[in-house]
Nanobody, 121 residues
Framework: QVQLVESGGGLVQAGESLRLSCAAS????????MGWFRQAPGKEREFVGA????????YYADSVKGRFTISRDIAKSTMYLQMNSLKPEDTAVYYC??????????????WGQGNQVTVSS
């Protein structure tokens, strides 16, 4: 089993930055990829970005490409999401996930508790 705990988030103004963290515990050796998803009120959960755990290859949704950066610290079993140039449309609950990978929620079987990010204009 793998457990994920998120931290960070909060309220910022447009143009500012935030960093989210996602710490994994348990059977971390089984993780192939970790990713970030977000869900705004009334909308489906959508892919933000992901990283292959061993190699470190990252990929992102077009809406955040060039603004968000995913990194990971293997020794700490922790993934980070650095969010720069935030926009009001980035407002959502952000979830980290672990599993096989990809851009679909179906590719992940373990989820963090969610973390609210609010960007004011």
């Amino acid at each position: 089993q793998v457990q994920l705990v998120e931290s960070g988030g909060g309220l910022v103004q447009a143009g500012e930055s935030l960093r989210l963290s996602c710490a994994a515990s348990g059977r971390t050796f089984s993780i192939a990829a970790m990713g970030w998803f977000r869900q705004a009120p009334g909308k489906e959960r959508e892919f933000v970005g992901a990283v292959s755990w061993r190699i470190g290859i990252t990929y992102y949704a077009d809406s955040v490409k060039g603004r968000f950066t995913i990194s990971r610290d293997i020794a700490k079993s922790t993934m980070y999401l650095q969010m720069n140039s935030l926009k009001p449309e980035d407002t959502a609950v952000y979830y980290c996930a672990a599993g096989g990978g990809g851009k679909s929620v179906a590719g992940y079987d373990t989820w963090g508790q969610g973390n609210q990010v609010t960007v004011s204009s």
